[in-house]
T-cell receptor, first 115, second 113 residues
Framework: AQSVTQLGSHVSVSEGALVLLRCNYS??????LFWYVQYPNQGLQLLLK??????LVKGINGFEAEFKKSETSFHLTKPSAHMSDAAEYFC?????????????FGTGTKLQVIP | DTAVSQTPKYLVTQMGNDKSIKCEQN?????MYWYKQDSKKFLKIMFS???????INETVPNRFSPKSPDKAHLNLHINSLELGDSAVYFC????????????FGPGTRLTVT
């Protein structure tokens, strides 16, 4: 079964500093990969996704993630943190293949941005 | 226009009661989901429907029964509520196939006392 591990349940950065949220997946075949963000008291919304093609994926709000097959990773980065980035971030995986395949979410990383 | 809506937003009830949560999406998606998010923010899939047919039924007590009257609606009925059912329940939808992003509703915070 596919699984995803997010290292660090809490990450704190200063405003303007680099944001790095880590995600590793376990699969012999690279899956589809997603990053979602959840702001307080809201549902999740998609930041970006990797399906095929370019390994560096750009998303909304200045976030990007790089798919690295050799490291089975899909880390999320943003060059300069903004106070509005404070939220919970979820990495998710979906196996390759047609038809319906279950999406599995990681346990989430809470990002705190310090002024 | 809200893409995925849920009612109610908050639900406080006593143990043993029966309650329902309603979900509607106006995105024209074929697939809808129910997720449970616990107090530690862990998000777990409960059910998934594709065009009104149940396609995913995770290990969920049979006190939970989803119903999809049409592909735009997916309701969740819970019988004999227990303290452990307290959580935030999210409805989501996507185009069929799962490689497409899921659109989440705002959540229903259920508190069982």
């Amino acid at each position: 079964a596919q699984s995803v591990t997010q290292l660090g349940s809490h990450v704190s950065v200063s405003e303007g500093a680099l944001v790095l949220l880590r995600c590793n997946y376990s699969s012999s075949v690279p899956p589809y990969l997603f990053w979602y963000v959840q702001y307080p008291n809201q549902g999740l919304q998609l930041l970006l996704k990797y399906t095929t093609g370019a390994t560096l994926v750009k998303g909304i709000n200045g976030f990007e993630a790089e798919f690295k097959k050799s490291e089975t990773s899909f880390h999320l980065t943003k060059p300069s943190a903004h106070m509005s980035d404070a939220a919970e971030y979820f990495c998710a995986v979906r196996p390759l293949g047609g038809g319906y395949q279950k999406v599995t979410f990681g346990t989430g990383t809470k990002l705190q941005v310090i002024p | 226009d809200t893409a995925v809506s849920q009612t109610p937003k908050y639900l406080v009830t006593q143990m043993g009661n029966d309650k329902s949560i309603k979900c509607e999406q106006n995105l024209g998606h074929d697939t809808m989901y129910w997720y449970k998010q616990d107090s530690k923010k862990f998000l777990k899939i409960m059910f998934s429907y594709n065009n009104k047919e149940l396609i995913i039924n995770e290990t969920v007590p049979n006190r939970f029964s989803p119903k999809s009257p049409d592909k735009a609606h997916l309701n969740l009925h819970i019988n004999s509520l227990e303290l452990g059912d307290s959580a935030v329940y999210f409805c989501a939808s996507s185009q069929a196939g799962g490689i497409y992003e899921q659109y989440f509703g705002p959540g229903t915070r259920l508190t069982v006392t």
